[in-house]
């Protein structure tokens, strides 16, 4: 038997993402982030197909179906199972059938902030951190940078300017913002706990999560990032391009994340 629309045979769940896997590889440069975005964008999403034996068009689409509508858990699944399609060479109408039922999510209503610490709620927090973690915390408050980043890749120049040698999207420096809280917490000597680094960025940035839950604070490691991007949004000399180089992404998502702060600081 063959795929409706297609032009491949029938296959298992587990072999259509193995070749999906394959022409994956082969359309992208290799980086250093790229074992994490297969691992979150496809190879999760696509977990459910490894139990069909027969994959079917239908099964494809309930996989989609059965997420959320409108979140980015079904936006990841709708891009992975129509990339699923588009290799087992389904037909492009029902590729963009997959792609639509993805459609409604938006990063200003799931990614950006809703409860933003304050600057004093922050100063209070760190102040109490132990030394080995006041410091790689400081720099995610300090220079908006990942928690991955911080605890993997940064470093404090003698311009005072931060460092990011890798990571995510790579190698960058960042500006210090407030400029003060470099003394405060000495950011200038560098100190890490001791734990085991030799694990995938989103394993390693949990574990400052950790440390968060167990101070009870009700935000959370990421959003300190989130913080430094609003308190960038208010001092004019830092325009949006600025911002968005010194955290480490395109402008296009500084705006689209942050959208809604630059609405309010209008």
Known sequence: ?????????????????????LWWVKQRKRSVSSPTT?????ARPLRPLLLIADLQPEDLVHLVSATELGSKTRQRC????????????????????IRSLGKGYSPTTDTAPRNLPSDAELVAFIDLLPSEWQWPVGICAVYGARPHEALLYADVLSSKLLEISNGKTGPRKSMALPGEWIQ?????????????????????????SRVFRRAEVTFQP??????????????????????????????????STYQRWFDASG
């Not at 706990?193 to 960025?201: E, G, K, L």
């Open 38 to 42: 297969w691992d979150v964008d496809y």
């Open 1 to 21: 038997r063959r795929i409706p629309g297609g032009s491949k045979p029938v296959i298992s769940g587990v072999d259509a993402v193995r070749q999906m896997e």
């Open 78 to 97: 709708s891009r992975a199972a129509a990339t699923v399609a588009k290799v087992l060479g389904l037909s492009t109408d029902f590729q963009q059938e």
């Open 222 to 255: 990421y959003d300190l990032r989130h913080a430094w991007a609003v308190r960038a949004i208010y001092i004019p000399k830092i325009g949006a391009s600025m911002a968005a180089k010194s955290m480490g992404h395109s402008l296009q998502v500084h705006n």
């Open 184 to 208: 405060r917490w000495d950011l200038t000597t560098k100190r890490l706990p001791a734990i085991d680094r030799d694990r995938s960025h989103k394993v390693v940035g949990a574990v400052m």
